[in-house]
Nanobody, 123 residues
Framework: QVHLAESGGGLVQAGGSLRISCTPN????????MGWFRQVPGEERQFVAA????????FYKDSVRGRFAVSRDNADGTVYLQMGSLKPEDTAVYYC????????????????WGQGIQVTVSS
């Protein structure tokens, strides 16, 4: 069973930066495709960013491209989402997810999910 542990969320002022992390519970999963999604109450979960297993391909939701960067350390499988120039509309619960087969922006392509971590951007 895969468990994804997220960390690093919190409160930040608009224009600031924050990095959140996601670590799987075993090196077996260190090179799987990973994604970041976010959700606000009453809305569907939205794709934010994805990184392939080798870490050499990434893609992003249009509204975060240029402000957010996804990366990974395949020594232990930790995936990072570095968020910059944060805006109040980035406030959400952020989820990391692992896909065994897909490098994708579709939530249904992901097999395992973290518990979610709150990111709040104050204006």
């Amino acid at each position: 069973q895969v468990h994804l542990a997220e960390s690093g969320g919190g409160l930040v002022q608009a224009g600031g930066s924050l990095r959140i992390s996601c670590t799987p519970n075993g090196r077996t999963f260190a090179t799987y495709n990973m994604g970041w999604f976010r959700q606000v109450p009453g809305e569907e979960r939205q794709f934010v960013a994805a990184i392939n297993g080798e870490g050499d391909h990434t893609f992003y939701k249009d509204s975060v491209r240029g402000r957010f960067a996804v990366s990974r350390d395949n020594a232990d499988g930790t995936v990072y989402l570095q968020m910059g120039s944060l805006k109040p509309e980035d406030t959400a619960v952020y989820y990391c997810a692992l896909s065994r087969r897909h490098y994708s922006n579709y939530a249904q392509h992901y097999d395992y999910w973290g518990q979610g971590i709150q990111v709040t951007v104050s204006s």
